[in-house]
């Protein structure tokens, strides 16, 4: 084609469109474009009937030249018959007198499908065709979509993390007030039964007036850890503030057991507790409500177990009380006040 | 500048000299010690502090240091897409090069805020194998990057090519490009289809 051939010479079709057939008036593929060629590979097109080289899709009903002849110019869809069923966007135009047409194909949407099925470089498209620009574009596209993808996932765990941080006491590494009310309102909200028990320490001003606040601090770490111990994995331990602490407890609605549980972790809290050479003590009282799934707001619960650590306190503290529960049971390690290692300064006992 | 820019030099840094030594940079330039993000763009006073700390803690002139992140952006594994998208720009060296000039329009193809420098071919008169490029852009140097990138694509196409920064004339830098052989090696495979392609 270095001369004036005119693009009636077949060297020329194929610089212009080297995705085209050449179909005779009876049917056969006088020639195939270069692409088209690498496409059939060890089964050349060239003299086989061009129905049983390509299927055609739509417009539905095209099985020969005449049907073919009548959607001259018109957009086509087909698709390659052999092992590779590569899709194809088409367009047929009359090549002669005689009833021979010139069926033109480009990939269109099925694009990389076919550059990953017949390994295509640029030089088996025209010049002219948009596709490499296209892979460009979807190439650049999945890299920007991943640069994207991995901010998300950056993004994402540090939410995770700062989430984490918003509903922790960082002292004692239990959940705080917001964490509590988060987990409060989800049980009433989801109509599940639980158990609350609100534990208050005493002798803990003592602790930190006395001993610092550093000795404080230490103390209210074992206290958490105690709290730990003496409950389960599915259990919300928060401190509300202070040496107030709330145990939320899923499912657990036996007062007795819930009283039960709070009595071990007073005796917990009353074995003395060493820092910097000295002995801290303290004691706690337990208040416990239990809700029988959606019966009462969180408002309310949280009043009742006020409630009755109210009653523990009043009854002499190392107590715990059940809302409701007209007996009160005797104070943890004998009589209270006495056993106690540190009197208490307000004398209610 | 495009968060891309200023994680392509973190990159760089890091990949090549290690994460130790980007934290001393970082901390030199006052930038962020947890790195850049790709997507965010950023006040461009932070990367003239990052080239700056560039040149004082890798005790290198300005220019290698330039040249060498042009090396590292299409030569290292970690940055393997960068170089397959410029491969897109031509099937030859020569065709590559002569596609410079669309460079800023197919990247603003893929990322619409990217700035990148403009580039202009110029043909030199009667030598087939010559010709400039100008890099017009509002911060001198990235005519270096571009050389250190030039360098790496030849090698990459298997080109034998001398390329020679001609310095700042004004409103423009120059690279001269001398192709002695378009294709005197293999060079590295390059297909159309990507990792991205593939099922």
């Known amino acids: 084609m270095t001369r004036a051939a005119g693009v009636t010479d077949a060297a020329g079709f194929d610089v212009l469109m080297p995705m085209h057939l050449r179909v ?25 009937a061009l129905f049983d080289v ?3 899709r739509r417009p539905r009903g095209i099985a020969d030249m005449a049907g073919l002849w009548r959607r001259a110019g018109q957009p086509l869809v087909l698709h390659w018959r052999g092992p590779c069923r590569t899709q194809f966007k088409g367009v047929a135009v009359p090549a002669d007198r005689e009833g021979g047409l010139i069926l033109n194909l480009s990939f269109g949407i099925a694009l990389v499908d076919a550059i990953r099925d017949h390994d295509l470089k640029a030089g088996d498209f025209a010049p002219t065709d948009l596709a490499v620009e296209m892979l460009y574009v979807l190439e650049a596209k999945a890299t920007i979509l991943d640069e994207w993808r991995k901010l998300n996932g950056r993004l994402h765990s540090a939410r995770l993390a700062a989430e984490a941080q918003a509903y922790t006491d960082t002292l004692t590494g239990l959940g705080n007030r917001r964490a509590m009310d988060h987990v409060l309102e989800r049980l009433v909200a989801d109509g599940q039964a639980f158990g609350l028990v609100h534990l208050d320490l005493d002798f803990f001003k003592a602790v930190n007036d006395t001993l610092g606040h550093a000795a404080g601090d230490h103390v209210l770490q074992v206290a958490a850890q105690a709290m730990s111990d003496v409950t389960r994995a ?13 145990l939320i407890l899923p499912g657990q609605v036996d007062g007795a057991r819930l009283r ?61 009380v059940v ?6 049971a005797p104070a943890m390690a004998g009589a209270a006040g006495q056993a106690l290692p540190r009197p208490d300064p307000a004398g209610t006992a | 500048m495009h968060g891309l820019v200023n994680r392509a030099i973190q990159c760089f840094v890091r990949d090549t000299y290690g994460a130790a030594t980007w934290e001393a940079l970082a901390r030199e330039g006052d930038l962020p010690l947890a790195g850049f993000e790709a997507m965010f763009v950023y006040d461009d006073a932070v990367t003239d502090r990052m080239l700056d700390a560039a040149v004082s803690v890798l005790g290198r002139p300005r220019d290698t240091v330039l040249e060498d992140l042009g090396t590292y952006l299409v030569s290292h594994p970690n940055v393997e897409t960068l170089r397959r998208l410029l491969r897109f720009g031509g099937e030859t060296f020569e065709e590559f090069v002569e ?29 087939d194998t010559e010709l400039r490029v100008a890099c017009r852009w509002p911060r001198a140097g990235f005519g270096h ?32 490009i001398t192709v002695m052989s378009g294709a005197f090696s293999t060079g590295r495979p390059f297909r159309l289809a990507g990792s991205w392609a593939l099922p």
């Open chain 1, 24 to 48: 005779g008036a009876d049917g056969r593929v006088i020639h195939a474009g270069p692409t088209l060629r690498r496409i059939a590979g060890d089964r050349p097109v060239a003299g086989r």
């Open chain 1, 54 to 56: 390509v299927e055609f």
């Open chain 1, 234 to 246: 599915e259990d919300t331990l928060v401190r509300a503030g202070g040496d107030e602490f709330l």
């Open chain 1, 260 to 320: 039960d549980l709070s009595e071990r972790l007073i005796a917990r809290l009353q074995q003395p507790i060493p820092f910097a050479g000295e002995m801290c003590r303290i004691s706690g009282s337990a208040g416990i409500a239990v809700s029988h799934g959606g019966d009462m707001t969180v408002p309310v619960i949280l009043a009742r177990a006020d409630e009755a650590l109210y009653a523990a306190k009043a009854a002499g503290r190392g107590r715990a």
């Open chain 1, 323 to 328: 809302y409701g529960d007209r007996r009160v």
């Open chain 2, 99 to 127: 596609s410079l000039d669309d460079l800023p329009r197919r990247a603003a193809l893929a990322l619409p805020e990217l700035d990148l420098p403009a580039l202009e071919v110029v043909p030199e008169d009667g030598r």
């Open chain 2, 145 to 176: 990057v571009l050389v250190g990138m030039l360098r790496t694509l030849a090698d990459d196409y298997g080109a034998l090519v001398l390329l020679d920064h001609e310095g700042w004339d004004g409103d423009a830098e120059w690279i001269r």
